[in-house]
């Protein structure tokens, strides 16, 4: 087995960034969903699920931490790491309230004129993050602005199995996952534990709960009419009412991962 692609979203629900390596931390892979747009009267996150339209927003992680925001017909926008707390902004993502630096005015209107919505940019530092779900993970564990873990891995056979039962192409990003493995049969992941790639070892906490943002094609913004493959995958992926596809990690440390290291199963 190997780990076959790499993949960062910066922004949370806007393109993601294919990698050849990347250095890992506390939160994930470096610059993973750091960033996250929200509405500005009530600091609730958005989504594609909701703003289908965050699909062609794409967001680079610049050198000096901050971010490259490009769209069609804009032009690209670089915005600095906040600094410090003198602007916080209250945000609620899921069940979790934090308050997190705001980016400022420019890239809020920048946004805001794209999305069609009154939205603010805010950006996590490491001492603000939040704790895994109840029940799940260390104390020591955190979490930036992913929907609830720092890792999602995805096996490359479990797509090629979707794609069979559907019956056309999907792209892997519908599911956006951080790791892709090669090399495994189809749902292996589903009975891991424990992995090694490299040199790093990852717990496999949860499986990781599907919605309707994987029915929007990742490059047009499109959402299927026939609700695919989200409908496949509920008639042979449904536990409890909860359609379950990929798996959500922790590493146990840092260091560096690239495409191609070896992947293996210890537990």
């Given at each position: 087995?190997r780990?076959?692609?790499?993949?960062?979203y910066?922004?949370?629900?806007?393109?993601?960034?294919?990698?050849?390596?990347?250095?890992?931390?506390?939160?994930?892979?470096?610059?993973?969903?750091?960033?996250?747009?929200?509405?500005r009267?009530?600091?609730?996150f958005?989504?594609?699920?909701?703003?289908?339209?965050?699909s062609?927003?794409?967001?680079?992680?610049?050198?000096d931490?901050?971010?490259?925001?490009?769209?069609?017909?804009?032009?690209?926008?670089?915005v600095?790491?906040?600094?410090?707390?003198?602007?916080?902004?209250?945000?609620l993502?899921?069940?979790?309230?934090?308050?997190?630096?705001?980016a400022?005015?420019?890239?809020?209107q920048?946004?805001?004129?794209?999305i069609?919505?009154?939205?603010?940019?805010?950006?996590?530092?490491?001492?603000?993050t939040?704790?895994l779900?109840?029940?799940?993970?260390?104390?020591?564990?955190?979490?930036?602005?992913?929907?609830?873990?720092?890792?999602?891995?995805?096996?490359?056979?479990?797509?090629?199995?979707?794609?069979?039962r559907?019956?056309?192409?999907?792209?892997?990003?519908?599911?956006?996952?951080n790791l892709?493995?090669?090399?495994a049969?189809?749902?292996?992941?589903?009975g891991w534990?424990?992995?090694?790639?490299?040199?790093?070892?990852?717990r496999?906490l949860?499986?990781?709960?599907?919605?309707?943002?994987?029915?929007?094609?990742?490059?047009?913004?499109?959402?299927s009419?026939?609700?695919?493959?989200?409908?496949?995958?509920?008639?042979?992926?449904?536990?409890?009412?909860?359609?379950?596809?990929?798996?959500?990690?922790?590493?146990?440390?840092?260091?560096v991962?690239?495409?191609?290291m070896?992947?293996a199963?210890?537990?």
């Open positions: 087995m780990l076959s692609a790499l993949y960062r910066p922004l949370k629900s806007a393109r993601a960034q294919a990698l050849q390596s990347s250095p890992l931390d506390l939160l994930g892979l470096s610059g993973d969903r750091r960033w996250m747009l929200v509405e009267d009530n600091g609730r958005l989504t594609q699920r909701a703003y289908p339209q965050m062609q927003l794409s967001a680079a992680c610049a050198n931490g901050g971010l490259v925001l490009d769209a069609p017909g804009r032009a690209s926008l670089q600095p790491v906040p600094e410090g707390d003198s602007n916080l902004r209250g945000v993502i899921w069940r979790d309230t934090l308050r997190v630096p705001d400022g005015d420019e890239a809020a920048w946004l805001s004129e794209f069609g919505k009154d939205v603010r940019l805010v950006h996590v530092p490491e001492q603000r939040r704790f779900p109840n029940g799940y993970g260390l104390n020591s564990d955190r979490v930036a602005f992913a929907d609830g873990f720092p890792l999602l891995l995805i096996g490359q056979a479990s797509l090629d199995d979707l794609v069979q559907v019956g056309r192409p999907l792209e892997m990003l519908r599911f956006r996952p892709v493995v090669e090399g049969s189809a749902f292996a992941e589903d534990k424990r992995i090694r790639i490299g040199e790093m070892e990852f496999v949860k499986p990781c709960e599907r919605c309707i943002l994987t029915t929007i094609d990742p490059q047009t913004g499109e959402r009419a026939d609700r695919e493959p989200l409908a496949t995958l509920k008639t042979y992926r449904q536990k409890e009412g909860d359609v379950l596809f990929g798996q959500n990690l922790v590493a146990d440390g840092s260091g991962l690239e495409v191609g070896a992947v199963v210890l537990e």
